[in-house]
């Protein structure tokens, strides 16, 4: 099975290594540093969530993750402030029937919500064969 990495970077550049393929896997890394107010300091603990969309055309099949995770005051996990984020891999699946991948971004403190979207535009990457 064939594997892309999408990479989108804190420039604002994007950069695809291999080829994205039908019935392959498509990783997407995403830097916390595009999204205004993700990663800092609000009250006792760090804020911030992003969620990526990943739409593959035809057939409009969608996923929808994280890119980061949290780090907790509490080991274990889940209790406490969280007091980091780190940034994860999110790995998808590539329809057989897929021709393009239409991806965003949605970045959420407890103050705002911001997108990652070319201006609405999305960003669009063919899909191989």
Do not use: C
């Not at 990526?52 to 209790?79: C, D, N, Q, R, T």
């Not at 021709?99 to 959420?108: A, D, M, R, T, Y």
Request: without cysteine.
């Amino acid at each position: 099975m064939t594997t892309a990495v999408l990479q989108f970077l804190p420039n604002w550049e994007t950069i695809l290594h291999g080829e994205i393929r039908v019935g392959g896997r498509l990783v997407i890394e995403y830097d916390m540093k595009r999204m205004p107010g993700i990663g800092k300091r609000d009250r006792d603990a760090i804020g911030g969530d992003i969620e990526v969309y990943v739409k593959f055309h035809p057939g409009e099949v969608m996923s929808i993750g994280k890119v980061l995770k949290k780090i907790w005051a509490a080991e274990g996990g889940g209790s406490g402030p969280v007091v980091g984020l780190e940034p994860v891999p999110y790995e998808v699946v590539v329809p057989t029937n897929a021709h393009q991948v239409e991806v965003w971004f949605k970045g959420s403190t407890r103050s705002s919500v911001n997108w990652d979207s070319r201006y609405g535009q999305n960003y669009w990457f063919p899909v191989e064969a």
